[in-house]
């Protein structure tokens, strides 16, 4: 395999499922040597094996992002596998909503802000130190539309979201001049197995309905319509575009 990512070491996080497991095919697919990693083994050793069967080269490496020490661990073994880290997209994240903010306990507010926010916060952390230890590297956060607005029923998500628009901005303050960039995509509606299962639910699913017709291209997106940005975002082809918040999502942002 050859493309745009030769060679490169790259760390993609929720590669298990979703617009994690499409991005990580495109990210092998163009030539890099791909760190899978997610909580769900059985899925994440599944899509190594299809990797390597096309000819890439591929890794899996179990870690939960709400724990720290797993993020640090993640990033030793793609360093003792690959000897370097050149890349990653920190895309591991859970979609909690449903409540509106007086009903939520601390507990649940804590578990979506650890995943979605704090976890993102440790891989930028674990995985920039060994970026400037071999002269710098690409960082794509998967953030969201509600990122930029919000919905009802979801300030856990929205805040959390919020947060990695902050934490992609100041972070790619912080590494710019020292050779990372760091950047975010906010995916629109994208039809994958956590929206499905969402949609099991009548009032969410009479809200997807609505939502439809807020995204101007006229439907939802498909997991690899990210995976194509987050490659192009992760290649020397993006070498000055640093901090940007790209918004992948039909329109949503734009009405
Ligand atoms: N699907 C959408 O419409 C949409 C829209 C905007 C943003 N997003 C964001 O995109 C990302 C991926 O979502 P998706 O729709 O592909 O969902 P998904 O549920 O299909 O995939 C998410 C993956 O992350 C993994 N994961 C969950 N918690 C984890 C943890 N603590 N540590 C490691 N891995 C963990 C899951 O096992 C799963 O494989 C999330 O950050 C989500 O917030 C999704």
Known sequence: MSGELQDKVIIVTGAASGIGLASAKRIAA?????????????????????????????????????????????????????????????????????????ELTTDEWDRALRIDLTGVFWCIKYEVLAMLKTGGGAIVNTASSLGQVAIANASEYVAAKHGVMGLTRAAAADYGALGVR???????????????????????????????????????????????AATWLLSPAASFVNGATVPVDGGYLAI
């Open 30 to 102: 163009a030539g890099a040597k791909l760190i899978a990693s997610d909580i769900s083994e059985d899925a994440g050793h599944s899509l190594v094996k299809d990797i390597r069967d096309q000819g890439g080269e591929a890794t899996f490496v179990r870690a939960d992002i709400g724990v720290e020490a797993d993020v640090a661990r993640l990033v030793d073994a793609t360093v003792a596998t690959y000897g370097r880290l050149d890349g990653a997209f920190n895309n591991a994240g859970i979609v909690q909503c449903g409540k509106p903010l007086h």
């Open 182 to 228: 760091v950047n975010a995509i906010l995916p629109g509606i994208i039809e994958t197995p956590v929206i499905e299962s969402l949609s099991q639910n009548e009032q969410f699913a009479a809200f997807l309905v609505k939502l439809r017709d807020r995204h101007p291209i006229g439907r939802f997106g498909q997991p690899a319509e990210i995976g194509e």
